[in-house]
Every structure is written in structure tokens, then in C-alpha cells.
């Protein structure tokens, strides 16, 4: 059973701080990259960060560099995503999700599309 779990969202001030987790089962996640999404109300998902666990290459979104760093703990299948310094431009669902690595992930990690399994995402919310 292939699942992936999102949590640690909830409400921050402007300027604050969240860490998310992602935790995968049911697959290796030594054959899979996973990426992280964001998709506020009315708004278009799109790509927030990603890493490969081929070879460790990550990749950001860049309204995200320099304030967001993505992680992994191959031991317990868990995925990180650091956010700092987060704006209102941040509150959104937050989803992690999982793509194979046979796809050029330099070109794609930031599509919907080259993902085959999604977690149900976690609320973050960022008001003052």
C-alpha cells in the first residue's frame, strides 16, 4: 500500500517558521524523487521544492530560494521541507508527492504530471 502522509502545517505569523514532513510507505523511497506543492484558494498548484534520491540533487521554486530547504531521512522514509521567513504568498495547501526517477527530473520536478502518488496535504496559514 503506497502512502504518503503530510504534516506540521498549521498557523505562523509573517516572518515565522514551519517544518513539513512527508512520510512514505509502501514503496522504496530509494527509486523516487519527491517534491513538494503548494496550492492556495483559487490559485494553480505549483511546484515548491524537490529532491532526487538518486543523487541527492534538489531543486526550488524561486519565490522559495534562500527560505526553503528540503530534506530527507532515508531511514524513516521521511521527507522535510524547512520553511523560513514564510509570507503571505506562502498560505496554501501544501502536498508531498512521489515520481519515479527514470523521468529528467532537472526538467520536470516542477510538473503535477511527473508525480504518480500524492499525499493529501497539510494547511499552512500565515496571518498576523
Known amino acids: 500500500q503506497v502512502q504518503l502522509v503530510e504534516s506540521g502545517g498549521g498557523l505562523v505569523q509573517p516572518g515565522g517558521s514551519l517544518r513539513l514532513s512527508c512520510a512514505a510507505s509502501?514503496?522504496?523511497?530509494?527509486?523516487?524523487?519527491i517534491g513538494w506543492f503548494r496550492q492556495a484558494s483559487g490559485k494553480e498548484r505549483e511546484g515548491v521544492s524537490c529532491?532526487?534520491?538518486?543523487?541527492?540533487?534538489?531543486y526550488y521554486a524561486d519565490s522559495v530560494k534562500g527560505r526553503f530547504t528540503i530534506s530527507r531521512d532515508n531511514a524513516t522514509n521521511t521527507v522535510y521541507l524547512q520553511m523560513n521567513s514564510l509570507t503571505p504568498e506562502e498560505p496554501a495547501v501544501y502536498y508531498c508527492a512521489a515520481g519515479r526517477l527514470i523521468l529528467p527530473w532537472a526538467s520536470v520536478w516542477y510538473a503535477s504530471a511527473a508525480y504518480e502518488y500524492w499525499g493529501q496535504g497539510t494547511q499552512v496559514t500565515v496571518s498576523s
Open positions: 509502501g514503496f522504496d523511497l530509494d527509486y523516487f524523487a
Open positions: 529532491i532526487s534520491a538518486s543523487d541527492s540533487s534538489t
